[in-house]
């Protein structure tokens, strides 16, 4: 065998070792494939997964904007400053059914508040307020002096409650919070007010007070007829002194004596007066009510209130509080707080005394409930005790019941017996 020839065992062996060599080659290829198809596998399943959770949470989002949008906001509102709450809160109020002295009644309590959390309890959230924080608010009320430098009453620290109450209300209707602190808190309570009134023998008195002392001409006797008219018309009708000093010539129908008056968030309602208060009134109006002409050398041409100060200006508040300070100095009245609202009192009670039913009371007065006219419906003591000597049921029984006609007791008689 020449040494150029190949041995047929060698070249078998060669064979062998290339086939081998294609084979790992292959078999490693195929698992190269395998784990590229798997990653790519797992990568596409990662993809899905990420795909499926965000689509849930997508769901979810929405599943909660429809079913619960105020919650969703209520986290983000619960951040906002309890002097934001309170400014968003007046300013939702001003106009509508809300009056300025309304207004200002909550701008005080709640700034009351407002000042408690922050300087009391380092709280400036609405979202941190809880029912202690409330309750400590009340006790501090009660330890402390108010501006003028005397205790609280009871009966204020309930007002001041009843604004907070409003203010935390509102924060759930707007979404603010979700949970009301408030509906935990034990709500100060008073006893009922014993409600005073002007006796016949004191509205005399401050009809007499209406003439200035020592004064006399054109301009003392136009004075005394328009503060009798003033007197007759919140004795007669019962409105407020807002309502009075805002009464126009328009609002007073001659014809038929009414009175319209806007009362509380710009409600009207129709009253009518009574002859005495009627014939008042008019002596006032038609006598001594400064002319147009007298206005005009004033400046007041045109002006159309009803009542007028001696500047030829309509009447103000001022004005007829001071008024009602120089009639009660002048009638010697004591022991009671001469004002339009005691007469405004003194004007839902006999009007119960009379018979009349209390829902039209409701509407004279004005109020949107019955809640005080209720109180008038329970009146003072004295009343309540004589309607029952009155009316008592054991002595309506029949005269055949056993036991003693008669019982004297030292030191009572009845009212119709009294001299």
């Given at each position: 065998?020449?040494?150029?020839?190949?041995?047929?065992?060698?070249?078998?062996?060669?064979?062998?070792?290339?086939?081998?060599?294609?084979?790992?080659?292959?078999?490693?290829?195929?698992?190269?494939?395998?784990?590229?198809?798997?990653?790519?596998?797992?990568?596409?399943?990662?993809?899905?997964?990420?795909?499926?959770?965000?689509?849930?949470?997508?769901?979810?989002?929405?599943?909660?904007?429809?079913?619960?949008?105020?919650?969703?906001?209520?986290?983000?509102?619960?951040?906002?400053?309890?002097?934001?709450?309170?400014?968003?809160?007046?300013?939702?109020?001003?106009?509508?059914?809300?009056?300025?002295?309304?207004?200002?009644?909550?701008?005080?309590?709640?700034?009351?508040?407002?000042?408690?959390?922050?300087?009391?309890?380092?709280?400036?959230?609405?979202?941190?307020?809880?029912?202690?924080?409330?309750?400590?608010?009340?006790?501090?009320?009660?330890?402390?002096?108010?501006?003028?430098?005397?205790?609280?009453?009871?009966?204020?620290?309930?007002?001041?409650?009843?604004?907070?109450?409003?203010?935390?209300?509102?924060?759930?209707?707007?979404?603010?919070?979700?949970?009301?602190?408030?509906?935990?808190?034990?709500?100060?309570?008073?006893?009922?007010?014993?409600?005073?009134?002007?006796?016949?023998?004191?509205?005399?008195?401050?009809?007499?007070?209406?003439?200035?002392?020592?004064?006399?001409?054109?301009?003392?006797?136009?004075?005394?007829?328009?503060?009798?008219?003033?007197?007759?018309?919140?004795?007669?009708?019962?409105?407020?002194?807002?309502?009075?000093?805002?009464?126009?010539?328009?609002?007073?129908?001659?014809?038929?004596?009414?009175?319209?008056?806007?009362?509380?968030?710009?409600?009207?309602?129709?009253?009518?007066?009574?002859?005495?208060?009627?014939?008042?009134?008019?002596?006032?109006?038609?006598?001594?009510?400064?002319?147009?002409?007298?206005?005009?050398?004033?400046?007041?041409?045109?002006?159309?209130?009803?009542?007028?100060?001696?500047?030829?200006?309509?009447?103000t508040k001022n004005g007829v509080t001071l008024l009602f300070a120089r009639l009660k100095k002048r009638s010697g009245i004591t022991g009671k707080r001469i004002?339009?609202?005691?007469?405004?009192?003194?004007?839902?009670?006999?009007?119960?005394?009379?018979?009349?039913?209390?829902?039209?009371?409701?509407?004279?007065?004005?109020?949107?409930?019955?809640?005080?006219?209720?109180?008038?419906?329970?009146?003072?003591?004295?009343?309540?005790?004589?309607?029952?000597?009155?009316?008592?049921?054991?002595?309506?029984?029949?005269?055949?019941?056993?036991?003693?006609?008669?019982?004297?007791?030292?030191?009572?008689?009845?009212?119709?017996?009294?001299?």
């Amino acid at each position: 065998m020449s040494s150029h020839e190949t041995h047929p065992m060698s070249i078998s062996r060669e064979v062998s070792l290339e086939q081998a060599r294609s084979a790992g080659y292959s078999h490693r290829a195929t698992k190269v494939t395998q784990a590229r198809a798997k990653a790519q596998r797992t990568k596409l399943d990662q993809e899905e997964h990420v795909r499926q959770q965000q689509k849930a949470t997508h769901e979810q989002e929405e599943r909660e904007e429809d079913t619960k949008p105020q919650a969703l906001q209520a986290r983000r509102r619960a951040r906002m400053t309890v002097q934001r709450a309170i400014d968003d809160y007046l300013d939702d109020h001003v106009g509508g059914n809300h009056s300025n002295k309304t207004l200002e009644w909550h701008r005080t309590a709640l700034g009351l508040f407002q000042a408690y959390l922050e300087n009391g309890r380092e709280i400036t959230l609405v979202g941190e307020i809880d029912s202690p924080d409330i309750s400590a608010w009340f006790t501090y009320l009660r330890k402390t002096p108010g501006a003028r430098g005397k205790m609280r009453n009871e009966r204020t620290i309930q007002t001041y409650a009843r604004s907070a109450r409003a203010f935390f209300h509102w924060l759930v209707r707007q979404g603010t919070i979700t949970d009301n602190p408030f509906a935990r808190v034990a709500f100060p309570k008073v006893g009922k007010p014993l409600i005073k009134t002007i006796s016949d023998e004191e509205f005399e008195r401050l009809l007499l007070a209406c003439a200035p002392p020592n004064e006399d001409g054109l301009f003392a006797e136009r004075a005394t007829v328009r503060n009798r008219a003033i007197l007759w018309l919140f004795y007669d009708s019962g409105i407020r002194l807002s309502e009075l000093i805002h009464l126009r010539l328009e609002d007073f129908d001659r014809k038929h004596g009414l009175i319209t008056v806007k009362g509380k968030g710009s409600k009207e309602r129709r009253i009518a007066l009574g002859q005495n208060c009627l014939r008042n009134l008019l002596h006032y109006l038609d006598r001594h009510r400064p002319d147009a002409r007298e206005l005009d050398e004033w400046g007041s041409l045109g002006e159309d209130h009803v009542f007028l100060a001696e500047t030829r200006k309509p009447l103000t508040k001022n004005g007829v509080t001071l008024l009602f300070a120089r009639l009660k100095k002048r009638s010697g009245i004591t022991g009671k707080r001469i004002s339009p609202h005691i007469f405004r009192h003194t004007f839902a009670i006999r009007y119960l005394k009379l018979g009349k039913d209390p829902f039209s009371l409701q509407e004279l007065l004005g109020h949107e409930d019955m809640a005080t006219v209720k109180l008038y419906m329970h009146m003072n003591d004295e009343d309540i005790q004589e309607q029952k000597r009155k009316y008592s049921p054991g002595d309506h029984l029949p005269a055949s019941i056993p036991g003693p006609r008669e019982t004297r007791r030292r030191g009572y008689k009845p009212a119709d017996q009294k001299k």
